[in-house]
């Protein structure tokens, strides 16, 4: 399949794996990457600029098509060596970033510079279009199905992308709730060139996280969900366990006064429980309503040759008939 973002991208398939936190490490995006859609290496799951230049240099290892690296800007008292990070891209020779979180403006001379492209993770159309006006190459539209972060705006894909659609220029992939040919086929509908995909990826035998996260994806269904940290305005789509229990408690007895610290049990430095040590109910852990679409754990590559096949036969059988009965 040929769009813009396989043009963009120089990839086969119209497909992104999202950067994830523990999950996007080499062995994750090498192996999207050589299924023919585009792999991402999250960048601060990595720890410093010296471990992911090793990550980097490991996943080139693994394979000769394009990946990319993923790079989160998020509020913090001590930022992480961003400038260290981007360096580490640069000399790695990777020329796309996904860059989420806060506005990448202060970023882009650099990575532009270096002949990099860049795909800006958004939530609303408003975000979407302040990056295409800072000269993001594309953006990751995020609806509130999403795992991990949807913003506050709470605007599901079915309006979101049509809405991106209406005002973009730049290419745009869907994100969020994509797991099969059904949904890119809707998504390239809505006016998406691709789509990125999260939660999906990690039901996945490439996956390097321990495999109680699988199974548990496995066994949830769409209902299983949570909502986390909104009263402090950094909602957060989580998969329910004990910790999120007791983090929902918590934000019910302490209302708006509820501070970060409050809640640092269930959230701080809780992934490498979780995705390592398979520690299921250790802390609060990015998932989307997708989960109640997952319902194996193939082969990345099973995953992407067979989503293709489907998108193609919904497109070529399905709606064509359908049109020529018309
Ligand atoms: C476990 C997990 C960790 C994630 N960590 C990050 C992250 O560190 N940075 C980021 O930009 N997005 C992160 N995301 C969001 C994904 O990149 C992607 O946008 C999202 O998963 C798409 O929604 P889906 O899960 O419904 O496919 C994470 C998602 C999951 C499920």
Redesign the pocket.
């Known amino acids: 399949m040929k769009t813009r973002i396989t043009d963009l991208f120089g990839i086969e398939h119209p497909i992104i794996q ?4 523990y ?1 996007g490490f080499a062995e994750m995006a090498a192996a999207v990457s050589q299924a023919g859609g585009l792999g991402i290496i ?1 960048g ?1 799951t990595q720890g410093s600029p010296e471990n992911l230049a090793k990550e980097i240099a490991r996943c080139r290892e693994m394979t000769a098509k394009p990946f990319g690296v ?1 790079l ?1 800007f998020l509020p913090a008292l001590t930022p992480p060596d961003y400038p260290g990070y981007i360096r580490a891209i640069i000399e790695g020779g990777v020329k796309i970033v996904e860059t ?2 806060n506005n990448p403006q202060k970023w882009l001379p650099a990575l532009k510079e270096a002949g990099i492209r860049v795909i800006h ?1 958004c939530t609303s159309v408003r975000h979407s279009l302040k990056a295409e006006q800072i000269g993001c190459d594309a953006v ?1 539209v ?1 609806g509130f ?4 972060h949807p913003g506050e705006d709470d605007v599901p894909n079915f309006i979101l992308l049509p809405r991106a659609a209406e005002e973009l220029k730049i290419p745009f992939v869907a ?4 797991a099969d040919g059904r949904s890119l086929v809707a998504a390239l509908s809505l006016g998406a060139d691709g789509m ?5 990826f ?1 039901a996945t035998k490439e996956a390097p996280v321990h495999d109680n996260v699988k199974q548990a994806l496995l066994a949830a269904s769409e209902l299983d969900t949570r909502l986390v940290m909104r009263p402090l305005r950094n909602t957060e789509r989580v998969l329910k366990n004990a910790a999120v229990e007791r983090l929902l408690d918590k934000e019910k007895k302490l209302g708006p006064a509820i501070k970060f610290e409050d809640i640092v049990a269930e959230v701080g430095g809780v992934y490498p429980r979780i995705m390592k040590q398979g520690e299921m109910d250790a802390g609060a ?4 309503m ?1 989960a109640g679409l997952i319902h194996d754990v193939p082969t990345v590559k099973e995953l992407i040759n067979r989503t293709m096949r489907e998108a193609e036969e919904i497109i070529g059988r399905r709606l064509a008939r359908m049109a020529k009965a018309a």
């Open positions: 999202g950067g994830m936190h999950v999250t601060l993923n989160t989420a979180g993770k990751s995020d199905e999403c795992g991990g994100s969020g709730g994509m990125n995909m999260g939660t999906r990690i852990w990015s998932c989307g997708v």
